[in-house]
């Protein structure tokens, strides 16, 4: 199973970007989505997750100014990233809560988005 992130890039602080996850179309079901990130010599932190219901939770540091949604009919996640700051800059991994034959817990691939000054 493969999740497949897309979006990433380089915008200058104050700029806007949208990610998107898609979970591929042979799977049962899917619970939790989330956008988890990795700065340069950091470990990696959670910025968003959204349940079945549609309810948000955000990382201190980007809620106010990211938005998690998702498309149920497309297995898809987005997160719409506003007013970035330089330290939004790192790896950002989508990560969700798939069933084939059991419930088991994977990664996307990840995609770089780079803030400028």
């Known amino acids: 199973v493969q999740l497949q992130a897309s979006g990433g890039g380089l915008v200058q602080a104050g700029g806007s970007l949208k990610l998107s996850c898609t979970a591929p179309?042979?799977?049962?079901?899917?619970?939790?989505m989330a956008w988890y990130r990795q700065a340069p010599g950091k470990s990696r932190e959670m910025v968003a997750q959204?349940?079945?219901?549609?309810?948000?939770n955000y990382g201190n540091s980007v809620r106010g100014r990211f938005t998690i949604s998702r498309d149920i009919a497309k297995n898809t996640v987005y997160l719409d990233m506003n007013n970035l700051k330089v330290e939004d800059t790192g790896v950002y991994y989508c990560?969700?809560?798939?069933?084939?034959?059991?419930?088991?817990?994977?990664w996307g691939q990840g995609t770089l988005v780079t803030v400028s000054s």
């Open positions: 990560n969700a809560d798939l069933r084939t034959d059991s419930w088991r817990n994977y």
């Open positions: 959204i349940d079945t219901t549609g309810i948000p």
């Open positions: 179309g042979n799977i049962v079901a899917i619970n939790r």
